[in-house]
């Protein structure tokens, strides 16, 4: 007989602390992100879609080699020897033309070891995550262009062109963090 | 009955002289039309009122898309509902099929017939109220047996069984506790029950005969929410175990019937709590019955205290269904006949004594003493955890931001 009073008595009292969480729930603050509208700050360095720079590409294919999983596709010839030319950002030459260069990313499996041997910091992972699409060969991103505009001059000239005096002794400038985009 | 007639002579005075089927007519099919668009309508609201008491128990937002905080998310879901096809699976037994969502709906609608109002806002004040409420309540089940059987399909016969196992138990404690006010009262009729607890707060019966009566309260608010298959007692359309219990068959339109047919069910106990404990359409305080307002003079404000009453029984409905899980079958029946059979049989008994006995026929002493403490002090504490969970949002809010 005690221990049904104290049975009864247990289950009710604790419905009644149950009920004091609730209520205490219904008055804080709601977690929800409404995401499409908000969203969260992404930490620094990120690693989302892949994204290449076509006219920084050297065509070297370091990161065809780099890759785990085989994603990116290089195509790259000789570029003829009458032709113009031209350098990348940080001042490489650029020596061969890229035909072909694609990223396949629904293969990628954003381990960023494409991005470190990359000697003009031309292919990074941008923060970019909203990209699902409905057919997955459009997961396949075709980086070459037709009508890519080089540049023709030496930088690393026109740096030294344009700052003579305030910096004799380095030759190129600061190149582009590898990695990431925060 | 006899206030419509008035109204309507009121309104049009040549009707006395119309004839007698035309006046029957229009004041019955009348206050049957007002009650039902009322009614109808009331799923809205409380389907609503529940996504959002749930997401915000649950700290999250819940239906904000649709309309201006979502108000309108139900009717979108309702037209939705209506304008889906009705799938007949191929071996159900098509007449029962149709037939059971308007029986349950029948069960839910019905005892609105005899829910007082206000003085005279009453669609018909029968003799035999409470045993009416009670009998038609139970003809939704009757309908949900039927959904289960006609569906042809094992979970549903499942669920069907299991509400006819869980009503047949907990109509007895429903029905032993619904004894104690008519027992006080010694009226059968929803009217004169709410008319004997006049007096205020200290005289509803709540707090009549003081540790009994709130112990009757509490196991007829227990026993109808297992009657009304709300959780956590609604293990006839359990979802972990049984797919959706009776109604899994269904789609569409009939759907939408069981969903209203739940939340008026839900309405109709709310009501019948408050008319039988929390004193109907009487305000807390007499002069809050007809409060006297400037231009406008006395407000009737039956109503509303009706309204509030029953809307507050229907939160805390919602409030024990995001609070507790679902109950297991044996724990379900051991509730019903082991414990709250028990304390009703108890209840039954003493009370009968106590109104019998001419020193407490009218409640202890000290009754009138405890209950405006005891509101206050609920009240004061559920602030208490209301400004601790507000104070608590201010400190996240600062520690994010740190």
Known sequence: MRQWFKDVWEGFFTVLVGMRITWRHLFTYPVTLQYPTVKWPLPPKSRMRLFMKFEDCIGCGQCVRACPVNCISLKAEKRPADAPPIWAANGQPIKLHVAVFDIDMSLCCYCNLCTYPCPTNCIYMTPEYEFATSDLTQHLYRFAKKDAVFITEDPRKKAAAAAPAEAPASPAPPAKPAGGVA | MDATYEYLVWL???AAQWPAWLVVTIITALPALACFTFM????LIYVYAERKVSAFMQDRIGPNRVGPVGLLQTLADTIKLLFKEAIFPKKVDRKLFVLAPLLVNVGAFMPFLVIPWGGRLQPADLNVGVFYVVAIASLSTVGIIMAGWASNNKYSL????????????????????LLVPVMIVGSLSLKDITEAQYGGLSNWFLFRYFPIMPVAFVVFFVAGLAETNRAPFDIPE???????GFHTEYSGFFFACFFMAEYTEMFVLSATASVLFLGGYLAPHPALQYPHLPFVGPVPMGWFWLWFKAWSLVFVMMWLRWTLPR??????????????????????VVVGGLVLWPATAGGFFWDRWVAWPLTGLLFAFLLYVMVRALQWNRRRARELAA
């Open chain 2, 40 to 43: 109808a309508m009331g799923p």
């Open chain 2, 12 to 14: 049009l005075p040549g």
């Open chain 2, 238 to 244: 359990a979802e972990s175990e049984l797919v959706a």
């Open chain 2, 327 to 348: 109950s297991r079958v044996d724990q379900l029946m051991h509730i019903a006949w082991k414990v709250l059979l028990p304390i009703a049989l108890v209840l039954v």
């Open chain 2, 158 to 177: 499942f669920g069907a069984m299991r509400s006819a196992a869980q009503i047949v138990s907990y109509e007895i404690p429903t029905m032993m506790v």
